[in-house]
């Protein structure tokens, strides 16, 4: 890693022959391997974009120019290259870099991004920004040929392209998302990449008709009148020129010498101009070429064989994915949505099995959910899968196409609470408050994966209307080892309450104690119910009674209910791993008072904090939701 050691600043670059560029390119992939073997991290997509942002810091300076990523996990080079190649071993860590574009971290990360298909409207942004403000730098947006199938970036294109503003899109091809690209954009694309084969016909009329002496200008002008029907013949009618684009490619995103040379003609230009790349993900390492939805995000691997370290606890995805699967078998009108997350939702299974149920969109989550509106309007039952942090894109399609009428959509709600790793953009914090405005919405909660099954069947078979199960990624231990079920047993039996409390639990997921307790209660759900029994036996040692009330549905929780399960308990603890706008806490105190008993609600979650990037015990450390920090947090609030 010669060259790579020898940059000190992005300036190095424009210096370097293209020859030192490809061995700069070299010590970038070697690099990659080496530190994300170790951290784990966006590996394919990371080594698909060496040379061309190689090529971008040749041509452009970032700390002026102004590069905007689209959903930004392919920013690991742009980082090396940026001042930050010493602190990659802390990558996707506290205090780390993060694996994101992140402005506080570097001056040359333009803007935030964690999210897809916003890039253009970034950048139109910026450009008219520059227009008005009588400034002098290029804008370049970096976009995916994955991203290309969310709205949002069909919006800014079309604006874009209209608007006459000297910008650059970089449409990176590689036919990849995190899975298989789909959808009429992708068929498009393929016709585009013939485009090669016209452009060198091109290139030889050039170089021997138009310079014949004397009757070459004649020749030349005649064929330019018919240039526009062969044109048409040969190639399809490209809809980023339709848009206003000067269109530029498609050319082999790993030669470097042709990069840098589109790049400098387009800023030139002086118009919107979007350059084709075309690229392979995962490009120098055989097994992430191989299959690069495998190596799209790793955890540690080994760089001889490719094998990624494993791990011993299942996941809430996979136990929803064996599910659904199970359900569908009985059901042939259970239908599965995603969008370009079907490995990452635990779908691949029921995919294989059940491919005519099951609908994979592409990154357009508003598409996804208004679809399942339209599904369960005409008779199917839509269960509908996405991450917590994509799914608050998709707020009003929730609202107008599926809760306002009441409509019979399911949605797996995944890692759902804090998510270790990919830090402040893939936090799925904010879905409890979103989803509970919602009319018509249920939310239920499973504190385990073995409630899954259960869980699912009941929003299928014993509910109208919409449905969200919310649940992490990670199992944190098996219900019966946290001592859940044996607490909830011993407490209905010895309990001067048990009658109250068996009739509420035997109702379809109505609040339960786990544990009972003399003087202060801890109110949670989810995998925080593991922490607050933790909790509990702590404050038992301090002197302090704690009951522990488990909450598996949120939308119809009432103060009177969580109270009835007590006796001369008044102080109530709410545990969320939230936002503390929208929580339930802040719902319960609203209802605390209008109650005619006096109730004091405490909360204990995240406030109005964006967790940075760290592990999730980490992150339940730091904002007090582990049982130490839960139990130390109630005995502050007794004193």
Known sequence: MHMLETISSPKDIEKMSIPELYTLCDDLRAFLLKNISQTGGHLASNLGVVELTVSIHNVFDTSRDRLIFDVGHQCYVHKILTGRREDFTNLRRLTGVSGFPDPSESGHDAFISGHASTSVSVSLGMARARTLLGEDYSVIALIGDGALTGGLAYEGLSD??????????????????????????????????????????????????????????????????????????????????????????????????????????????????????????????????????????????????????????????????????????????????????????????????????????????????????????????????????????????????????????????DRAGLVADDGKTHQGTLDVGMLLQMPNMKILCPSDISEVYDMLRFAIYETDGPVAIRYPRSDPEHFAKSGIAENSAKNAATSKNSTEAATISRAPYRPMMLKSGRDVAIITYGRLVHNSLRAADLLDNRGVSAAVIKLTRLDDVTVGEITSLLKNVNTLFVVEECAAHGSLASLLALDADSFQKSVRIVSINLGQNTPPVATTGELMKMYGLDADGIAEEILRRCK
Do not use: W
């Open 160 to 413: 874009a392209g209209q608007s006459g503003e000297p910008l650059i899109v970089i449409l990176n091809d590689n036919e990849m998302s995190i899975t298989e690209n789909v959808g009429g954009l992708a068929r498009h694309l393929a016709h585009l990449r013939v485009r090669p084969y016209y452009l060198s016909l091109k290139k030889v009329y050039r170089k021997t008709i138009a310079k014949i002496p004397l009757i070459g200008k004649g020749v030349t002008k005649f064929f330019r009148k018919i240039k526009s029907g062969f044109k048409k013949a040969l190639l399809p009618s490209s809809m980023f020129e339709n848009m206003g684009f000067v269109y530029l490619g498609p050319v082999d995103g790993h030669n470097i010498k042709e990069i840098c040379r589109l790049l400098k003609v387009a800023r030139e230009i002086k118009k919107p101009v979007l350059i084709h790349m075309l690229t392979i993900k995962g490009k120098g390492y055989q097994f992430a070429e191989d299959k690069p939805e495998q190596y799209h995000g790793v955890s540690c691997f080994n760089v001889k064989n490719g094998e990624q370290a494993g791990t011993a606890s299942k996941s809430f995805s996979e136990a929803f994915g064996k599910a659904l699967t199970e359900l569908a078998g009985k059901d042939n009108k259970i239908c599965a949505i995603t969008a370009a997350m079907k490995s990452g939702t635990g779908l691949d299974g029921y995919a294989q099995k059940y491919p005519d149920r099951f609908f994979d969109v592409g990154i357009a989550e508003g598409h996804a959910v208004t679809m399942a509106g339209g599904l369960a309007k005409q008779g199917m039952i839509p269960v509908c899968a996405i991450y917590s942090t994509f799914l608050q894109r998709a707020y009003d399609m929730l609202f107008h196409d599926v809760c306002l009428a009441g409509q019979k959509v399911i949605f797996a709600v």
